[in-house]
């Protein structure tokens, strides 16, 4: 139920049910050693409803501690703190998800240490003492990756923003036509000069819904997918398809990128 005030540096917990044990003020809880099937609590199940907004928490490892001080906060379906002792904030959670992480990976458990992780930096985005700006920051990378751990967060945004980029190309992007080289030149005597040049591309002027077209699809999504793998496109692009291509050229790396080390966060050894 508790190991407040125990030294962690020599323990070991071997197929134990900690869902509700509290393990705040212990010492060197880095050093504690978790073995065999150790049960933590998890968070609430399905899609709750909390005012006007839906929540939907995924599962991993909780502490007892972030459940007391959700409950706390108003969010249904946690667990309450029994007797109503002192209910510690994110500031006291926070470093203990971070040592049971430390104490996993010295262990080279990896995988697992990813819930305890995420509950880590869950506190350090719901702290009212940390600068708003870190909270933003947080907040940015739990909704785009889930900090790196949720693949498929990740990878949805990923093909919503190149799904966007391929339709702002549709639209605005590409040229009225394609832009084939030109050449001119003038014949003296016996000497012919030539010169070569391309011309600038024309805004598209027809209806929205005739841009929408076969071809101008794959066109589009051969844009995305350069921008993607950081190669420049060789498509015929207007100023406004320029703009778009930059943006996407640095977004849609970055989602990549999550998705891949989040990935790699479930498997690493």
């Known amino acids: 139920m508790s190991i407040r005030s125990v030294d962690a540096a020599h323990l070991v917990l071997t197929d134990l049910d900690l869902s509700d044990c509290r393990f705040a003020g212990a010492v060197h809880l880095d050093q504690l ?31 007892a501690e972030e459940h007391y001080w959700r409950t706390g906060q108003g969010r249904s379906g946690w667990k309450t703190a ?24 010295d262990g080279k ?3 697992d240490a990813a819930d305890f992780y995420y509950g880590e930096m869950e506190m350090r985005r719901n702290d009212p ?7 933003f920051l947080l907040a940015v990378y739990w909704a785009l990756s889930g900090y790196g751990l949720r693949a498929s ?16 190309m549709m639209l605005w ?52 997918i350069d921008s993607v793998v950081f190669r420049s496109s060789e498509q015929g692009l207007t100023t406004a398809g320029t703009c778009i291509e930059m943006a996407s050229r640095v977004t849609e790396p970055i989602l990549l990128a999550f998705a891949a080390l989040s990935v790699r966060s479930r498997v690493k050894r």
């Open 153 to 168: 967060r990740a990878v949805g945004w990923l093909l919503g923003a190149m799904a966007a980029t391929v339709l702002a």
């Open 129 to 135: 003492d940390r600068p708003r700006g870190e909270r």
């Open 82 to 105: 029994p007797g109503g002792g002192d209910v510690p904030g994110p500031t006291t959670v926070a470093p203990l998800y971070r040592q049971l992480r430390k104490s996993l990976e």
């Open 173 to 224: 992007g590409l040229a009225a036509q394609d832009m084939d080289p030109v050449s001119r030149g003038t014949v003296d005597g016996r000497r012919v000069q030539l010169t070569t040049r391309t011309p600038d591309p024309v805004d598209p002027s027809r209806p929205y819904a005739r841009r929408l077209s076969g071809d101008r699809f794959e066109r589009s999504l051969r844009v995305v």
């Open 109 to 111: 458990n990896e995988p």
């Open 33 to 63: 050693r978790l073995e065999g099937r150790c049960v933590f609590d998890t968070p609430p199940s399905g899609i709750r409803r909390r005012g006007v907004v839906f929540e939907r928490w995924t599962p991993r490892r909780t502490l």
